[in-house]
């Protein structure tokens, strides 16, 4: 006996209850849903992205450094300024010095120029601001200038200064030299005419003011030697002296005449690095003995004259 033949049972899920207002899903309906359930964590980024936003920030920073690097290969070097604030410092007779700025910004130059006259005098380092200058003529003026170099790079030359040597004093004045001596009579002698002497002084030194030895030159031969002392300006000396002779012009006799000399500088002029006398005064007194020949004779006398004189 065989088995009933049963039909398959017919059945389906029982249906879930739906919050109001949840939509449905197409795939069917939804199970087990909790509202206060937290949200599920968000997905990690990719490792790529990540890799390459690194990759593009070291590249912008990198950028920026060689750009910057550029832009300070290609800067122009600071100018050499033009020194400035040129003063005059000490000075002596032979000698001047004067100072000036350290630049206001900027690196030092390498080295400062000094131009006297337009001419190179000099150089001084660059941390050097002062300058002197020895061996020059007392009494004069000098105009300077300074450059600043750096790098082979010259500035502009500063303003120009002015800087003097001292003026000595005439009592330091050296008397040397051919002078023409003009002799005023300050008598009535008939042998004690104005006129001249041509006088050549001798210092007894080889440099600056001392004792001088006069030659008295007269028809291109030395006439009479004596010695002039000195004590400041003044020079005082006496000796013998032939002024011509006594008697009627190619019959004359020697008549010598003591004499005495006092002499002044009263101006000088540098020259080189000396300070040499350019004028003087003075006086000279003297005396003349009794003297005769078998035809003439010339009586005692006595003179006073003035004395003005120039290098000749």
């Known amino acids: 006996m065989t088995d009933p033949e049963i039909p398959a049972r017919e059945f389906s899920a029982a249906p879930v209850p739906v919050a109001p ?4 899903s197409a795939e069917g309906p939804v199970t087990d849903y909790d509202p206060a359930a937290p949200p599920p964590p968000a997905a990690p980024a990719p490792r790529r992205r990540r890799r390459w936003a690194v990759v593009t920030v070291v590249a912008v920073v990198v950028a920026g450094l060689v750009a910057g690097l550029v832009v300070w290969i290609n800067r122009p070097p600071p100018p050499v300024l033009r020194p400035a604030g040129l ?25 400062y120029l000094i131009l006297s006259d337009g001419r190179a005098a000099g150089t001084v380092a660059g941390t050097v601001t002062s300058y002197r200058k020895a061996g020059l003529t007392p009494a004069s003026t000098y105009q300077y200038r300074v450059v ?3 790098d082979g ?33 300050l008598g009535h002698h008939p042998v004690n005419r104005n006129g001249t002497l041509s006088w050549n002084f001798l210092p007894a030194c080889a440099t600056g003011p001392c004792t001088v030895v006069v030659a008295h030159v007269k028809d291109g031969k030395r006439a009479f030697k004596l010695t002039l002392h000195r004590a400041g300006a003044v020079y005082r000396g006496h000796g013998v002296a032939d002024f011509g002779g006594c008697g009627p012009k190619g019959n004359k006799i020697p008549d010598p005449a003591t ?8 101006d000088a002029v540098g020259e080189g690095q000396a300070w040499i006398a350019t004028s003087l005064t003075g006086t000279m007194t003297g005396s ?20 003005h004189g120039t290098p000749a």
């Open 148 to 150: 600043a170099i750096r």
């Open 87 to 111: 003063a005059a410092g000490p000075s002596t007779a032979n000698s001047i010095t004067f100072r000036w700025a350290r630049p206001a910004t900027g690196p030092l130059p390498d080295r």
């Open 288 to 307: 003349y003995q009794y003297v005769s020949s078998a035809t003439f004779y010339c009586t005692a006398a006595s003179f006073k004259a003035t004395l």
């Open 153 to 185: 790079k010259r500035s502009p030359q500063s303003a120009s200064l002015a800087v003097n040597t001292l003026i000595p004093p005439v009592s330091q004045a050296r008397l040397q030299g051919l002078w023409t001596l003009f002799v005023k009579n």
């Open 259 to 266: 004499v005495q000399f006092r002499i002044r500088v009263k």
């Open 21 to 24: 207002g949840t939509p449905a």
